[in-house]
């Protein structure tokens, strides 16, 4: 009975998890980007480009480096903004099922 309590419990507190595509100003020539957004609020994270293209440019070892750092980042900038600690794990289903 108190596994039933706990999964409901969890599914209360669930929140939306949307990855979206938006423009960067009025115009479409203005660019776009992919953000993410949670119970509609806009998760505050960036990638920093020229960053991850310079380690792009270094080879496969600098590639994966930087690609692990910038998950690392988003899981802390999704646990800072949901205020408890989640995996990467738990954001990749919620890319799938919509809700974290």
Do not use: T, Y
């Not at 310079?54 to 930087?66: V, Y």
């Amino acid at each position: 009975m108190s596994i039933e309590i706990h999964k409901n419990i969890e599914s209360i507190n669930k929140k939306k998890f949307e990855v979206r595509m938006r423009f960067l100003g009025s115009s479409p020539e203005d660019g776009v980007e992919k953000a993410v957004f949670i119970d509609g609020q806009k998760l505050d994270f960036n990638i920093d480009v020229l960053r991850f293209l310079e380690a792009k440019s270094k080879g496969d070892k600098f590639l994966i480096e930087e690609q692990k750092k910038i998950e690392i980042n988003f899981v802390k900038c999704v646990s800072n903004f949901l205020g408890r600690k989640v995996k990467i794990e738990e954001i990749k289903k919620a890319i799938l099922s919509g809700w974290i």
